[in-house]
């Protein structure tokens, strides 16, 4: 889908999502994106009806597409399963190699330059190409693959996360330490480390949105 023009469409307004030009409950015109995005409404319809298909958008019969709007039960049920699956993932990881701990060290310099320059939606870009080199590795894909449909649906609840200072210094710090726990095998303290990052974010998103996001007990 990436080199088709719905594909384009799809990257473009997830773009518009983690650098929060689109907010969670917000309508969604298609003759506007169409204009923003420099297409026809053809490739803006059906990237809108892929993204519905990911639960990131969602269509009410005469009003149209909105971008998902979460409850504060449904960021903590995503937080649970995460929570879970990405134990398990991490539990079946193998010993990572050399080269995939140099990998993870140089996206988190690359994280590291983009907090520099507050450059969130790159941060995000790149965080979520960290953890999932990571998640990958277990080779376990079809528990990854569900991972990653939730990182998606909770993706524009997250950069909000980001656009905190003290959040995007924490990210690279708690990376350093998962890498050095992943270079070491020390799988519980992986783990542990990989909770503690998540629940920073949930935490926050409880603070910024007013929401009640009770942690996992």
């Excluded at 409950?25 to 169409?34: F, K, N």
């Excluded at 539990?91 to 080269?99: C, D, F, G, Q």
Aim: aromatic share 4%; hydrophobic share 45%; glycine share 4%.
């Amino acid at each position: 889908m990436a080199e088709t023009s719905v594909g384009r469409a799809v990257e473009e307004i997830r773009q518009m999502m983690r650098s929060k030009e689109l907010l969670p409950g917000q309508p969604l015109r298609q003759e506007a994106l169409a204009e923003r995005l420099g297409v026809s409404r053809v490739p803006v319809r059906e990237a809108l009806k892929a993204l519905e298909a990911e639960g990131i958008v969602r269509h009410q019969p005469n009003i149209g597409y909105t971008v998902a709007r979460l409850s504060s039960e449904e960021l903590r049920q995503a937080y649970l399963m995460r929570s879970a699956l990405e134990a398990i993932v991490l539990h079946e990881l193998p010993r990572l190699s050399a080269a995939q701990i140099i990998e993870l060290t140089e996206l988190n310099e690359r994280i590291a330059e983009a907090v520099e320059v507050i450059d969130v939606v790159r941060i995000t870009e790149l965080n979520h190409e960290f953890h999932f080199v990571i998640f990958r590795s277990s080779g376990m894909q079809m528990i990854v693959d569900e991972i990653e449909r939730i990182w998606k649906l909770t993706e524009a609840y997250r950069s909000v996360y980001i656009y905190d200072a003290a959040a995007r210094r924490r990210i690279v710090r708690e990376h350093r330490q998962l890498i050095s726990a992943l270079r070491r095998g020390q799988t519980e303290k992986a783990i542990a480390i990989m909770d503690a990052h998540r629940d920073a974010t949930q935490v926050q998103l409880s603070t910024t949105l007013g929401a009640s996001l009770p942690l996992p007990g």
